[in-house]
């Protein structure tokens, strides 16, 4: 039928398999034409059956083939399936949060995410090895015919609370339940505790994926600005008081998109407003464990007394595992867990064994102390690069993944932006976290990919041209009034 | 310190983390004491630093010790947390879909799951092996530190689409979302094109958590008879002119809790009343794998046109690595996509990338045969045993995972399923598959577990006390007519 080379070194199961590819695209083969049995190849070509069996199974797993039982194996008759594009938004969507969510995973060769919302692959590449998976698997019960209970492993969320018990968050494994990262988290808080036209309070700047998520539940969202140390207190009692607000988003640590913190007695008086006018808080902190110090947290000064805690170890560990977990009240929790059975019916226990694994060894620890120390190396360096370009660092915040840089008085970040985008650097703007949509001077960058002295140069670039037309403008207006 | 035995085969760090462990337990090291250095007790051991190290790293994990820095190792204060127990419903929930959800992942050793909705993990055991894991890590770009874009992994896409054509459904990567499981998907589903106040179709009986999720959403119910050949035509259509449904949701094939498929004439005239009365359909097909034949879909016949369809590889494949997948037009599943994003960002690339090498490697089809074959031979032992014990099986169905059988007449199924759970039986009566709650006299019996002689035995005796009481009452009856 076909010669094979033993000498080449490619196994010969991928031989039959390609030359056979061969056959059917040359319509050797033709559609619906039978194939010869497994054992006629087998004698024909003086390999072994098992050796045909590997490369029919391929085909047929390819949708390159049929097995008709009994009858043999089939070339499938080709199909006119129309290809349809991935589900791509249009252009015109640009900084649109859904649009931005799908950035993320652009791998376009070229493409600098200067305001990418995660550390590289490479940082976190080495976090959890391939031999952890089968070890993790060997603990379960069941390996992968193992189901997570819909509150989550008692094993991991045992060992979730230990952790933040080391955070100051007085918390046990039944007040914990396991999410698929802290979007989920924050989608179940919304399900769990809030109807349409309630109204909610969030952090302005903030998490941008959430303000469309709030939104479309039918929330009424009320902005309340952010500062260096904390929400501004002001304007949350002043929101109380008009508002009636249901529940407050906050981000106490290293908060999105600023890097800023909170103080404690910050986080004391919010708790009180909260107890004076009766809402809950959901405390995001998906961020936290790139901090590496012992910040306050508001769910280690009330005890989850009004507060529900939720973070994740998406960004700060493994975006393959999506595993992330909330901490609530039982009565709170209750109502949660219910949602989460109606999203999702359970997390997946591949997951949570290997999260159970990296815990108990060990491993995530000293990961940590790794990545916050490299971390503030990217941050010095991104900081100096950034000024040196004429960005704005006013309050350069407490650590983590984002720089909140503003630039300078007079030029238009929305047109820099897309400016940038044709020069292949992703920024994203300052009033995309908005959510009033209010313009913004401000950009938010990555750490890490914002000290590539690409980014350094360009800014630079613009900004000095920028600074030279306006010299221009200034000199006409002059000239224009002398003559 | 303590000695180690080098004789025991224990490992040494295990034997210095147990050893410390008792000291802290005895209070002979108390809370914030200084444990000796790493050096020091190494030395003191005779043992090398590593060993020293990797007893203290589990320590910290644990919780048990702090890591101040140079500051060296301090035993951890003892913090009063109260324990909670998890988040189960209480008593008195029973038959609650929440709590049937829950019981799911009872491991109370000697609880026969006997109505269960999944296959026991002994089955799915070697579907995925541990080996497998490692190859799919390794065909991953960036391994644990890897992303799914928000479509789903586009390799994966590829593969499902290719063996959905082999079932007869047009599609192609473009037209696929992945989610995590069915659940997710109708989760999605709702979230996208339903707005509290909507009409939808449910088939009744059907999938009580789905009922759950449809209410929960405000949205309004209409319950159209299942048959064994399809969903009652005349009900739907009186319905359709009735309350002008927005969605119908149909599961085709191997309907649960029945096990009933559908005649291709039954599906045509859905998809006819479909396009009268301007609604979707959206299909459920997580069944669909067990199925051995080439059943009729409605996505076959109207090519994705006003259908949604969806399925999963939780039930016949891995329930641990909680896939699934939604098809429909791209306008539609841009939607879809907009709420997948919002609910979870993105499902899991670890999870999609062991799924893509399944399929690649021709494993899931070799895997499926074997199952149903299992299947049907438990499904005639099943049925054979319930006939003996006095279940009536009027439309055993067409395979699959259930069989839908009815309690002689007179029998309280409720007062049944009560008395059962106490003798360790769980069984979900059919009141709780009704959209409507109405009584119904059917239980669902998974076939696996119901051949078990324990149910078999149960159910007889409790049949034949019935009859007892029932021909004594009549006897009473008789004599107090008599006298």
Partial sequence: MFPLDRDSGVPLADQIEARLRELMARAQLPPSSRLPSIRQLASQLGVSPNTVVTAYDRLVAAGAIDSRGTAGFFVREARDVPDTDDAALEAGDEQDPVWLAQQAHDQRAGLLLASAGALPGSWLQDAVPASLLARALARSPAGMASRCPPQGLPELRERIAMQMRGQGIPVDAGRLLTTFGGT???DLICR???????????????????FGRLRQAGLRLVPIARRPDGIDLEQLEAACREHRPRLLFLQSVLHNPTGWG???ANLYRVLTLAHEHGFLIAEDDVQGHFHPGQPTRLAALSGLDRVIYYSSYCKALSPALRTGYVAAEPALLKVLMR???YSVLSTAALNEYVMLEVLAAGRWRKHLERLQRKLLAARNASTRALRTAGILLHHPGEGGLFLWGAVPHGVDVDLLVKDAYRHQILL????TFCADNASDPHIRFNVVFAQQPRLGEYLKQRFAA????RSTLARAGHTAKGS
Same sequence: chains 1, 2.
């Fill in 192 to 210: 769990a505790f809030l109807q349409p036209g309630d109204t909610v309070l969030v952090e302005n700047p903030g998490y941008f994926l959430m």
């Fill in 184 to 186: 989920h988290a924050i």
């Fill in 339 to 341: 949602e989460k059975i």
């Fill in 262 to 264: 909170s103080s404690a």
């Fill in 466 to 469: 920028f600074e030279q037309a």
């Fill in 428 to 431: 994203v703007r300052g009033a």
